[in-house]
T-cell receptor, first 114, second 111 residues
Framework: EAGVAQSPRYKIIEKRQSVAFWCNPISGHATLYWYQQILGQGPKLLIQFQNNGVVDDSQLPKDRFSAERLKGVDSTLKIQPAKLEDSAVYLC????????????FGQGTRLTVV | DAKTTQPTSMDCAEGRAANLPCNHSTISGNEYVYWYRQIHSQGPQYIIHGLKNNETNEMASLIITEDRKSSTLILPHATLRDTAVYYCIVRITGTASKLTFGTGTRLQVTL
């Protein structure tokens, strides 16, 4: 079974530039999550989709971050403009709908803002 | 979602059982206990979950106290590959349930 695919694996940008991350979830998974993980901390949920609708985006810095999930499948997370404190690993995860289902995580995209 | 408290770090000798505690004293009746782990440079990996009964799978056992205020994840025979950060998560039931991570326990398995 194919896992959650993310690209790119690594990205280095200068502050004030924009960047986009892509996630392809496991086929059939209705729920998709984006997390930000700063070095030494646990993953922090940025946004959660159920199909193509947003369930929770309370911790998404909406002045600079945006995310979409077209047709309820692939998703992109964008940062514009980037700040130094956005340096982190961005993780995408997916699961079937429901609380008793496990979430599968991608390898993440490591972003460095210089 | 209920908060969880875990020790920052633990050590375990290879071949021995690793017992990782988690306190979730404010857990509600409709909240599950989940465990994930994260090996260095990888995304988190699901281990096990339970509501009130003890659970076992090929990876680990989950022991939940009768009052559900705490739980223990048991890796019966730890190996070096079990070195990781282990996260205990309390998750409410429902279709749009969030998966909220804390800081976890860093388990170091040594020879």
């Amino acid at each position: 079974e194919a896992g959650v695919a993310q690209s790119p694996r690594y990205k280095i940008i200068e502050k004030r530039q924009s960047v986009a991350f892509w996630c392809n979830p496991i086929s059939g998974h209705a729920t998709l999550y984006w997390y930000q993980q700063i070095l030494g901390q646990g993953p922090k949920l940025l946004i959660q989709f159920q199909n193509n609708g947003v369930v929770d985006d309370s911790q998404l810095p909406k002045d600079r971050f945006s995310a979409e999930r077209l047709k309820g499948v692939d998703s992109t997370l964008k940062i514009q403009p980037a700040k130094l404190e956005d340096s982190a690993v961005y993780l995408c995860a997916s699961s079937f709908a429901g609380a008793q289902t496990e979430a599968f995580f991608g390898q993440g995209t490591r972003l460095t803002v210089v | 979602d209920a908060k969880t408290t875990q020790p920052t770090s633990m050590d375990c000798a290879e071949g021995r059982a690793a017992n990782l505690p988690c306190n979730h004293s404010t857990i509600s009746g409709n909240e599950y206990v989940y465990w994930y782990r994260q090996i260095h440079s990888q995304g988190p990996q699901y281990i096990i979950h339970g509501l009130k009964n003890n659970e076992t799978n090929e990876m680990a056992s989950l022991i939940i106290t009768e009052d559900r205020k705490s739980s223990t994840l048991i890796l019966p025979h730890a190996t070096l590959r079990d070195t990781a950060v282990y996260y205990c998560i309390v998750r409410i039931t429902g279709t749009a349930s969030k998966l909220t991570f804390g800081t976890g326990t860093r388990l170091q398995v040594t020879l």
